[in-house]
């Protein structure tokens, strides 16, 4: 394949992939939006928990994003309401951990489908 053709190729595969994902980076501004969002947060993040219980979030969102962001959208919406009287503590984040771990918990159930086995004995012969 020529160069030309290659990069073509190239082009359309990563194209579809970002449509497929869900990743325009053709479109500035969502991306300036995203950016602009996640600046507030931390904002927010950083006025409401003190440094341990920021590092903490942090290490759990390595580990968990899902829950991490529960977390965060959790303690942003208390402090938005005033609900929070002061710097949470990691002590105060853990058992808001805790809580949040026990809205999302998840039921684990196992059936077990039981066939039976045809034998050959059971069988009339012929």
Do not use: C, W
Request: glycine share 4%.
């Amino acid at each position: 394949m020529a160069d030309e053709e290659l990069e073509a190729l190239r082009q359309q595969r990563l194209a579809e992939l970002q449509a497929k994902h869900g990743d325009p980076s053709g479109d500035p501004s969502q991306q300036e939006a995203k950016q602009r969002e996640a600046e507030i947060r931390n904002t927010i993040l950083a006025q409401v928990l003190d440094q341990a219980a920021r590092a903490r979030l942090s290490n759990l969102a390595l580990v968990k994003p899902d829950k991490a962001k529960a977390v965060e959208n959790y303690l942003i919406q208390m402090a938005r309401f005033g609900q929070l009287p002061g710097k949470v503590s990691e002590q105060g984040l853990i058992e808001i951990l805790e809580k949040v771990s026990q809205q999302t918990e998840k039921k684990t159930t196992v059936k077990f489908n039981r066939r039976k086995v045809l034998d050959s004995d059971e069988e009339d012969d012929y």
